[in-house]
Each structure stands twice: as C-alpha cells, then as structure tokens.
C-alpha cells in the first residue's frame, strides 16, 4: 500500500501555531494601558499576588545556584498563572490568588520545559560573551605591549557585554509570548518561544517602544523604596495578555456589508 507523500496535519495545528498580526509601533501604548486596567479592575488581588510573587522570587533567589535555577524554569510558570487570571478576569470570571500558580495544574510540563529553555540559553549567552570578550582581552595580551593589554581589556570587557545583551534580548522576545501559546493555545515549547521570537521581530517597533517604555517604568517603580513594583507586576502581566490578545488572539468579527439600496 502506497503511503502518502505528505503527513496530514495534525486537526488543531492551525490553533497550535497560530499567525501572527502585524500591529503599528503606537499599540505598544495601547498594551500598556490594557494593562492598568487590568490592575485596577481588581487591585487587591493583584497586590496579594505580586506580593507572593515577590517574595518567591526573593526566598529563591538567597539560595546559591540552585535557587536562580529555580527561578528561571518556574518563572514561565508563574507567569502563564497570571496570563490565565487575565483571561479569566477579562471573560467576567474572577480573579484569584490562587491563579498565580494556575500554571502548575495547565500545562505545567511543557511550561516547566521554556524555563529549562529559558535557562540555556542564558547559560549559553554568558558562555557566548565570556568567549568573545576573552579573545578580545587575548589579542590585547598577544599584541605585548601594556597599553595594548589594558586596551584589550577593556574591548573585552565592552564587546563581551554587547554580544550577552543582543544574546538577552533575542531571548527575552522568545519567552514573552511563550508561556501565553502554551498556556491558552497549547503549542509545544520549543514552538512557542520561535512564534514568539517571530511576532516580536515581526512587530520591530511596537516593541522597541514597549521595551523602552517598560524599562522607564522599572525605574519609576524603584523610586518609592521599590513598593512601585507591586503595581509593575500586574500592570505588565495585563500588557502581556493584551499584546499576545492583538498579535496571536482571534480577530473580532467583520460586520456584515451593507446591502446596496434596490432601485424601485
């Protein structure tokens, strides 16, 4: 019996690897106030959970190596646990504490498996620009001379923290929508963080301006002894789930046409 050429796709492929949107640079504005709005539609809530959050990151963080390691795998858990209360604070349902660790009971596996991801590719990254900014430092020493030497001290020095922020940003923009794909549209991890990687890029200057925006707000946050972050929490939680609701969520429906008048 002859097989086919081709594998038919999997039934709910389509939902699992969804296309992205192109959106305009001025949505990133529109995320972020999706994203107060979602804080202050329930702001208890949303304090209690950072607070947790917070203090995990906090307890984990004091323990050598392995707690940052930790941190990393279950960050994306605890993260699509917020997406899911957006959701269900956005559909009318309400939103619990216990949401924040709603990711372990959905998906839990393969949001576990972006953190192991997530985690790696930091590793390689500080590996990556250790190596680059090594060399460098190398051929100052190579050359003999000590102005050369302190010269190629400080290019390494300088090029190695260049390749680990490019390193850095490429993985950050594929975790951001990572653990909303696996969470709410059950794409596979690897799959995820390459859909997000894509939109990120695909969207080049609604993020440039959200990163930028987000990077001025975390120093706003750390001004009033760092209790700015409790809202910070929240209000990005809430802009994530509007930028994957934008780029990856259903589009609204057309209205009908208009039907033409008929001559009488």
């Known amino acids: 019996m002859n097989e086919p050429a081709h594998p ?14 192109h959106v305009p640079p ?5 995320w972020l106030k999706a994203g107060w709005r979602t ?35 279950g960050f994306p ?25 709603a990711g372990l009971r959905v998906h839990s596996g393969n949001l576990a ?10 590793l390689i990254a500080g590996f990556v620009s250790a190596i680059i900014g090594g060399g460098a430092a190398l051929t100052g020493y190579v050359v003999g001379a ?26 950050i923009t594929a ?16 799959d995820a963080m390459k859909l997000s990687l894509s939109a990120c890029f695909g969207n080049f200057g609604a993020f440039v301006l959200l990163g930028v925006l987000i990077y001025v707000l975390i120093w706003v946050a750390m001004i009033p002894a760092g209790l700015g972050v409790l809202v910070l ?13 934008d780029i990856f969520g259903t589009p609204p429906a057309l209205p009908a046409p208009a039907e033409a008048p008929t001559a009488e």
């Open 8 to 21: 038919a796709p999997h039934p709910h492929s389509d939902a699992r690897h969804p296309a992205s949107r």
């Open 26 to 30: 001025t949505e990133a504005l529109v």
């Open 39 to 73: 804080f202050t539609g329930n702001p208890g809530v949303w304090v209690a959970i950072s607070v947790i959050f917070t203090i995990m990151l906090f307890v984990l963080g004091l323990v050598p190596l392995l707690g940052w390691a930790v941190v990393l795998i």
């Open 77 to 101: 858990i605890m993260v699509a646990g917020m997406v899911l209360g957006c959701h269900d604070q956005a559909a009318g349902r309400p939103l619990r504490i216990e949401h924040l660790f």
């Open 113 to 122: 498996l972006v953190g192991v991801f997530y985690l790696l590719g930091g």
């Open 146 to 171: 000590l102005a050369g030497l302190g010269l190629g001290l400080i290019s390494g020095v300088v090029l190695g923290s260049m390749v680990f922020s490019i390193l850095w940003v490429l993985l």
């Open 175 to 190: 975790l951001w929508f990572a653990a909303p794909l696996v969470v709410l549209r059950d794409t596979p991890p690897l």
């Open 233 to 245: 929490v929240p209000v990005l939680a809430g802009t994530l789930y509007a930028s994957y609701q």
